[in-house]
């Protein structure tokens, strides 16, 4: 009996983990968030401390939260796939709708306290953060069956809220610093854009208005690369204010003439690459990440 009950909890808590699918999003939310915190360090010369740690970990269940209440919504029409099925523990069974709801608010309520804990800044754009997560997928008002709001919920509360919040974790006085937020949420429109184009037969058989179906692939497209280049000039001029460090600049560089060479068939997300961009998108990432936190341990030994 005991064995049977152990059992048990041991397949609902894999279910769970399972839930927030966090090897999909760790990869970006950590560098974000960093980013955002060792901006904040350079522009303010504070010291980083124990609440990178705090937001870093409020960040990731923030978005877990996103994507657990995701598969609960979408059970239904995850559960006629067998692809989607097996990836949802909500659509295979493995998980009821009621658990994965429960697990989905004691989600929020440790990420709304952890947010608390960095201060008052941080837990107003948690807060935003966890608000857009939810009625992002949320049925009843389900922002990403719309266009533009599809786009500008998935890409505030994927990209600039968590940039955001790590820079609030120890700066309360922004100034340029809007300029990177909007380009890392600028990236993010890329990449929901790109989903989209990618999912495009699917969503649109499927009877779905999103803002690539509304709009058409070619406007979608141009949108998409649009953001990319507008994204690149705010960066370029953060490098200019001296914001972001010209060594930074130069490893980007560097790192991206090693990979430009190199194509994989796959997008970030492991499935079939739709644009010539995605075959750079885990590259690109994996720049991103060396980049960022190159900074961070320069910062940290500067500080030391």
Same mark, same amino acid.
């Given at each position: 009996m005991f064995l049977d009950t152990f059992d048990l909890v041991t397949v609902k808590m894999r279910g769970i983990v399972r839930l927030t699918r966090w090897k999909e999003y760790v990869p970006f939310v950590i560098p974000l968030t960093a980013f955002g915190a060792v901006m904040a360090a350079r522009m303010h010369g504070v010291m980083l401390d124990w609440r $990178?740690?705090?937001? #870093?970990?409020?960040?990731?269940? !923030?978005? +877990? /939260?996103?994507?657990m209440i995701n598969d609960i919504e979408d059970a239904a029409d995850d559960a006629r796939e067998a692809q989607r099925a097996a990836r949802n523990p909500v659509a295979s069974g493995e998980l009821t709708p009621s658990q994965g709801w429960a697990a989905s608010l004691a989600v929020a309520l440790i990420t709304l306290m952890l947010y608390a804990l960095v201060g008052l800044w941080p837990f107003i754009i948690g807060s935003l953060t966890l608000a857009l997560? @939810? =009625?992002?997928?949320?049925?009843?008002?389900?922002?990403?069956?719309?266009?533009?709001?599809?786009?500008?919920? @998935?890409?505030?509360? $994927?990209?600039? %809220?968590? =940039? #955001?919040?790590? /820079?609030? !974790?120890? +700066?309360?006085?922004? +100034?340029?610093?809007?300029?990177?937020?909007?380009?890392? &949420? $600028?990236?993010?429109? /890329?990449? *929901? %854009?790109?989903? *989209? #184009?990618?999912? /495009?037969?699917?969503?649109?058989?499927? +009877?779905?208005?999103?803002? &690539?179906?509304?709009v058409g692939k070619r406007n979608a497209r141009y949108v998409m690369y649009s953001s990319v280049a507008l994204a690149l000039v705010f960066l370029v001029y953060a490098v200019y204010m001296q914001m972001i460090p010209l060594w930074i600049v130069g490893l980007v560089v560097i790192?991206?003439?090693?990979?430009? =060479?190199?194509? &994989?068939? &796959?997008?970030?997300?492991?499935?079939? !690459?739709?644009? =010539?961009?995605?075959?750079?998108?885990? @590259? $690109? #990432?994996i720049i991103a990440n060396i980049a960022i936190a190159a900074w961070l341990i320069a910062a940290m030994l500067h500080m030391a």
């Open positions: $990178l740690g705090v937001t #870093l970990l409020a960040n990731i269940c !923030a978005v +877990g /939260y996103a994507f997560a @939810h =009625f992002y997928s949320w049925k009843p008002v389900r922002l990403k069956a719309w266009p533009v709001t599809d786009i500008l919920s @998935h890409s505030l509360m $994927l990209s600039g %809220l968590l =940039f #955001l919040a790590g /820079y609030f !974790a120890y +700066g309360t006085n922004p +100034g340029l610093v809007w300029i990177v937020a909007l380009a890392a &949420t $600028l990236f993010s429109v /890329y990449g *929901q %854009l790109y989903n *989209q #184009l990618r999912d /495009y037969e699917m969503d649109k058989a499927a +009877g779905l208005s999103n803002t &690539t179906i509304v790192g991206a003439a090693i990979i430009s =060479f190199v194509r &994989t068939p &796959t997008d970030m997300r492991g499935g079939e !690459a739709v644009e =010539f961009s995605g075959n750079m998108q885990m @590259h $690109l #990432l």
